[in-house]
């Protein structure tokens, strides 16, 4: 199974790479949704947007573009942030295509679970989709 990742300019890149392909995932990093043309069938099976800080307002964009592509509507995305409130800003796009959210930091096992979250997103028909967030939150009193 190969996974597209967008966002390599993050720190937890390589955590979600170590733990993706140690349980066997082929992960594959894009600049744009242009180069996805670059795979044998152009579609993988799972894209992982990293949204980072610079660049979180391009991430979403990107995310619109990708589930508005007929080849990749069908392909659950996973988005990695660690921008709650942007997060809740983007509510209506979670809701529209976006499988998992991972919060950071997040752990190994937290990908993990993103992962089983895929996969029972995958059985689900699209008015039953919620999406589950994944990861810890740090709160300040």
Do not use: C
């Amino acid at each position: 199974m190969m996974i597209a990742m967008f966002g390599r300019n993050s720190n937890s890149v390589p955590v979600v790479q170590e733990v993706l392909t140690s349980d066997g995932w082929e992960v594959r990093s894009f600049d744009d949704e242009r180069s996805l043309s670059s795979l044998p069938s152009g579609v993988p099976d799972l894209i992982l947007v990293d949204v980072a800080s610079h660049e979180r307002e391009e991430s979403w964009e990107l995310i619109d573009r990708l589930k508005r592509q007929d080849r990749l509507a069908h392909v659950p995305i996973i988005v990695a942030s660690d921008h709650t409130f942007d997060l809740l800003n983007h509510l209506e796009r979670l809701q529209e295509g976006v499988a998992a959210v991972l919060i950071r930091p997040f752990s190994g096992e937290d990908v993990r679970r993103a992962l089983d979250a895929v996969r029972h997103y995958r059985n689900l028909q699209p008015g039953e989709r919620s999406v589950p967030l994944t990861g810890t939150t740090t709160a300040s009193a």
